[in-house]
């Protein structure tokens, strides 16, 4: 018995098939080959490869699993067949649509969405929905790392580049000007005993108020009851023990100083320093609910930008925008899945259409089907173009989007952070390239699929999925193609044969039937005139 087993184990073997028009037949067929069932309309050849074969090995699939996973699976009857020897799990992939589901897109299917909803939330980069500028979220340790960064250069003369927006918050309100931020250029360096030193100070303040009105009395009265000293108001430093009195009608700025360093002690004792740095940054940020303004400069300070004038920067430690407040969600993969209640649009629920199973566009989303925030998040923006939202990266056609990945630039970082991510979704481009559907988009419905489309997307998703030791069932993948198609798809079915599968086609199409390394012709007629085995063997 052993020794017939060993002798079969490259093989598989139908044993007295009699579904439907079959005539009780016994066929032998090579596992890991490209194999073609040929023979009439009606020979048979249907009911042996999906009705016989892929029946059979989708139900041991399926009964070797738990009773509790197969109440979920469609359960397929057992064909009436004798015996089938050396058969692997089995995928059938036919003409029929992909999907009945509305949600359903070419995306989807391929699995491309998935690993754009990756992408996007690894390495997209944030805007407000107000003023539209980039919102980053830095670490306690980043934004340290950023002071001690401006400091040198600020003492090497080379001019600080701002991490968000160098404009002053009171400058867009009206108040305030270079010298309440500081000093004056005009002011002379100090020096002890005809020693020069630069005593310009790096300050940390908690931006309690951003540009909003009222007159912040008790606001004010607790800062004081905390243990702050000084506030600067719309760009004027005052005391809290002194009275501040605010226009009610009038928007305002309001920093907390939570701490003050000289230049210098940052430069020469960095280690000592940064502890008390640290401190001061955390509790700026919890005071002000994830925010932290950045002043280096002032009196003496010699950079390029003139000595005595301050540079800062308003900087977030969450998704929060410093300028307006508004607050983002965690940006992570289901913000982009219109699938989720927490990325899908509340008024269409992710369908895009304001009724179910409808043509008419959603109001709020118009079509997009994701809420506001996920549509504001960008990767793409170089050399000062434009960046994509995850909609409109879905909006391109398959051949667009190769393009686009392909001319995706990003920083030495977000290449390592992507590498994988971008890998998937270019191989799976590439295998729609090779299939001849390169004119479809990314977001199209798989209800408006073609029989021939639909099969060729669920035949590149499978190349992509890169499963191993399968029986592949394919039903005419050929038909509709131009020639030129055809070779393109001839090398699929030759690669998913080549990664240790074995591929099952039932084919009218000559150029895929010489290109078989092995043929079962069904036949040798039609209806109750087929039903039998007429040849089996490769090509020789």
Do not use: W
């Not at 649009?345 to 109001?363: A, I, K, M, S, V």
Request: proline share 3%; net charge negative.
């Amino acid at each position: 018995m052993s020794k017939i087993n060993s002798e079969n184990s490259g093989k598989i073997i139908v044993k007295g098939a009699r579904t439907h028009n079959l005539k009780n037949i016994t066929v032998e067929m090579p596992r890991n080959k490209l194999i073609a069932i040929t023979g009439l309309s009606g020979s048979g050849k249907s009911s042996l490869a999906f009705d016989t074969i892929f029946a059979e090995g989708q139900r041991r699939y399926v009964e070797s699993l738990s009773a509790y996973a197969r109440q979920f699976l469609r359960q397929m009857q057992k064909p009436d067949v004798d015996e089938i020897q050396g058969l692997s799990p089995a995928i059938s992939i036919d003409q029929k649509s992909a999907s009945g589901n509305p949600r359903s897109t070419v995306a989807t299917i391929t699995e491309i969405y998935d690993y754009l909803r990756v992408l996007y939330a690894r390495v997209g980069k944030a805007h407000c929905l107000i003023c539209g500028r980039e919102i980053r979220k830095l670490s306690n340790e980043e934004i340290i790392e950023l002071v001690f960064d401006k400091v040198a250069k600020v003492d090497t003369g080379k001019s600080a580049k701002h991490v968000l927006d160098p404009v002053p918050e009171q400058a867009r309100y009206g108040a305030g000007s270079s010298e309440n931020l500081g000093g004056s250029k005009n002011k002379k360096q100090k020096s002890v005993f005809g020693i020069p030193y630069d005593d310009a100070k790096v300050r940390i303040y908690a931006p309690v108020v951003l540009g909003r009105k009222g007159e912040y009395y008790q606001l004010l009265y607790d800062l004081l009851g905390k243990g702050y000293a000084q506030v600067r108001v719309d760009g004027a430093v005052k005391n809290l023990r002194e009275r501040i009195d605010l226009e009610k009608n009038k928007r305002h700025a309001i920093d907390a100083l939570v701490d003050e360093f000289f230049l210098t002690e940052l430069k020469e004792n960095a280690t000592g320093s940064r502890e008390r740095l640290a401190e001061a940054v955390e509790r700026a940020i919890n005071e002000s609910d994830g925010l932290v303004r950045i002043e280096i400069g002032g009196v003496g300070a010699s950079s390029a930008q003139g000595s005595g004038v301050a540079t800062e920067d308003l900087i977030s430690a969450r998704f929060v925008c410093p300028y307006d407040g508004f607050s983002y969600p965690e940006i992570e993969p289901r913000l982009f899945s219109f699938n989720s209640p927490y990325g899908a649009c509340q008024t269409c629920n992710g369908l895009g259409t304001r009724h179910f199973f409808g043509d008419e566009p959603c109001p709020d989303c118009a079509g997009a089907r994701l809420r506001k925030e996920a549509l504001h998040v960008l990767i793409g923006e170089h050399d000062g173009g434009d960046g994509k939202n995850i909609v409109q990266v879905t909006a391109l056609s398959i051949e667009e989007a190769m393009q686009f990945f392909n001319g995706l630039k990003l920083s030495k970082t977000e290449q390592e952070i992507a590498k994988v991510v971008l890998r998937e979704i270019k191989d799976r481009l590439s295998f729609m390239l090779d299939v001849g559907i390169e004119y479809l988009t990314l977001d199209r419905r798989a209800t408006t699929l073609s029989g021939g489309e639909s099969q060729r997307i669920r035949l590149a998703s499978q190349l992509g999925s890169k499963l191993v030791g399968a029986l592949y069932v394919l039903d005419e993948p050929t038909i509709g193609l131009h020639p030129r198609d055809n070779d393109k798809l001839l090398v699929t079915l030759r690669e998913l044969r080549d990664i240790g599968n074995t591929v099952l086609v039932v084919e009218h199409d000559e150029d895929t039937i010489y290109s078989a390394d092995y043929l079962v012709d069904v036949g040798p007629g039609a209806g109750i005139h087929g039903g039998e085995i007429v040849a089996a063997g490769d090509m020789e």
